[in-house]
């Protein structure tokens, strides 16, 4: 006879459900909690409340839940996956892997299964051969097959015309991506592109007002299917069509692989990795993030610009001149990138840090939302490490205003590897920390390091593990060094191309003239901006307005 739960505990299991579609998750928690005690021991209440557990960022109780529902049906796939989500985000890597090779082999027309396998991978083990392999599998299975065919563009095709740029974004307000976008909106020149952005998130705030003000056609398109939007650029006739989010939350991406315009660019949001799709032309770089030889890591073609991208610090950044251990404080290390970053191969090295200096202690800054879950998510990978928790401060996620006070109690940065930090190695840089990164060649472990050497910040770089420890004890005995950086800091990036606003979206602006101009030749001639293009353009000129009059 089968177990049938009964009305009330039902009743209830549907109320959790309607919270937590309203985002009300200890609502959703007590109500799913409830339906138990109800009588209701149906595994799916205990997905639930696993998943609950991942969306609040509880990872430790999400894996005990998960691990529970696979002691009641060890094949039962959502566990699997929800437990490899679990792992990762508790340091176990190579679980995680494990989990998620699974449900993706044994579900592969599962999308999410596909993506997240390729997110993982690239994380925990960023090889970049391989991670091009599982995105451009996604690519192939879920999104190439929607670009199949297309309907033909009418564009103007004159090659010197004001250019129609769209930007599609989940990221317009207080996010990473706004510091980078900012002063291209505020820089662009109308004589050159006219901007579109499309905002895919229903999230609005002060910092997506202040955007607003720059771009002449804004659109909210959160509520827009991906038929619907992809419709509405091509009512647009947008001719260059940005990602800035990648495989990040809020993308479209299945627009783009539609072929909503004729060139389709990914930028800013995913660095590091391919998207893996056909639909994307070019991606836009730098020789410090991909030099030569990269190309082969991306299904996108890569145009390299002279810097990615531009930087604009945070109103209140309040910087502290005199290091903390000058005043009387222990040297204190942080890690300061998202800890999704975070490796054993860079904890295990900080141990080595913390070894040599005894009188340092080190600041963890972790993505949960409360010391208890952060603690509870990193706590028992520093125990199985054998890190020193007497001297190890756990910090949760904090607001801007209050991250970019850091400065007033660290001394130095630590960059996590192999994973390295993006926008906030430059919070870091503008808090007056030195910080000590690994190089690299692939972009998602060279970010930093290619910051630093643009900065003509060569001695932070290290090229073994063993440099990289004796780096940070050697700014530890010459803290005047630390001084010294706090007190130029702020002009050193000033004086980079990183704030050179109106360089920098000339450069951007030259290079949408340039993809332009391939689509026109109908071949990928320009993919930096050293190769001259002035005779090209003279001669489509010609060529454009010969058939401008045979078509009179």
């Known amino acids: 006879m089968s177990y049938q739960p009964s009305a009330h505990s039902q009743a209830l299991f549907k109320a959790g459900l309607a919270a937590e579609a309203e985002h009300n998750y200890l609502e959703a928690l007590s109500k799913y909690t409830a339906s138990l005690e109800a009588g209701n021991g149906q595994i799916q209440t205990w997905l639930r409340i696993g998943n609950l557990f991942l969306r609040t960022m509880k990872y430790q109780q999400a894996a005990e839940t998960m691990e529970f529902v696979l002691g009641m049906d060890p094949q039962n796939i959502e566990a699997i996956y929800g437990l490899a989500i679990a792992y990762f985000y508790l340091g176990r890597h190579e679980e995680a892997c494990a989990f998620i090779d699974h449900v993706a082999e044994t579900a592969p027309d599962n999308a999410t299964y596909a993506l997240d396998r390729a997110n993982i991978h690239s994380l925990a083990r960023p090889d970049p051969a391989r991670k091009r392999q599982l995105y451009e599998a996604w690519g192939q299975r879920f999104a190439d097959p929607l670009g199949k065919h297309p309907a033909a563009f009418d564009h103007d095709r004159a090659p010197d015309r004001v250019l129609r740029i769209g930007y599609v974004s989940g990221d317009m307000r207080h996010h990473a991506v706004a510091y980078f976008m900012e002063p291209v909106f505020a820089h662009h020149d109308p004589a050159q592109v006219e901007t579109f952005v499309y905002a895919t998130s229903r999230e609005q705030d002060a910092v997506t007002e202040r955007l607003r003000q720059y771009v002449p056609h804004w659109h909210d398109v959160s509520r827009l299917n991906d038929e619907a939007l992809h419709a509405l650029i091509r009512q647009h006739k947008i001719d260059i069509l940005v990602d800035l989010s990648g495989h990040t939350h809020g993308n479209r991406l299945f627009v783009f692989a539609r072929r909503a315009a004729p060139v389709q660019v990914t930028w800013l949001g995913y660095v590091g990795s391919t998207l893996g799709m056909q639909g994307m032309d070019y991606r836009l ?268």
Request: contains cysteine; hydrophobic residues 40%; charged residues 20%.
């Open 285 to 552: 770089t730098d020789w410090g993030m991909d030099p030569a030889g990269n190309e082969r890591y991306y299904v996108e073609k890569l145009f390299r610009l002279h810097c990615m991208a531009s930087y604009i610090p945070p109103d209140d950044a309040p910087l502290e001149p005199v290091p903390p251990m000058l005043q009387g404080n222990p040297p204190t290390l942080a890690s300061l990138n998202s800890s999704r970053k975070l490796t054993d191969s860079a904890l295990l090295v900080w141990k080595q840090i913390l070894e040599a200096r005894l009188d340092a202690q080190l600041l963890i800054h972790v993505q949960e939302k409360s010391v208890e879950d952060a603690v509870n998510t990193i706590e028992p990978r520093l125990i199985r490490l054998g890190l020193p928790l007497d001297r190890i401060i756990v910090s949760p996620m904090v607001p801007m205003e209050e991250f970019m006070t850091r400065g007033q109690i660290v001394d130095i940065a630590l960059d996590s590897f192999p994973v390295s930090g993006g926008t906030t190695t430059l919070h870091t840089l503008w808090m007056g920390l030195p910080i000590i990164a690994m190089d690299a060649t692939d972009a998602v472990s060279a970010s930093t390091a290619s910051t630093l050497k643009g900065l003509g910040l060569h001695d932070w770089v290290a090229a073994t593990e063993e440099a990289y420890v004796a780096k940070v004890l050697h700014l530890l005995d010459h803290p005047e060094y630390l001084v010294e950086h706090r007190a130029r800091a702020r002009q050193l990036l000033q004086q980079s191309v990183l704030m050179d606003y109106a360089g920098r979206c000339r450069d951007l602006e030259t290079a949408y003239r340039q993809l332009w101009l391939n689509h026109l030749l109908g071949e990928p001639r320009f993919l930096t901006l050293h190769t001259p293009y002035s005779e090209d353009l003279q001669q489509l000129r010609k060529t454009y307005e010969a058939e401008q009059a045979r078509a009179l």
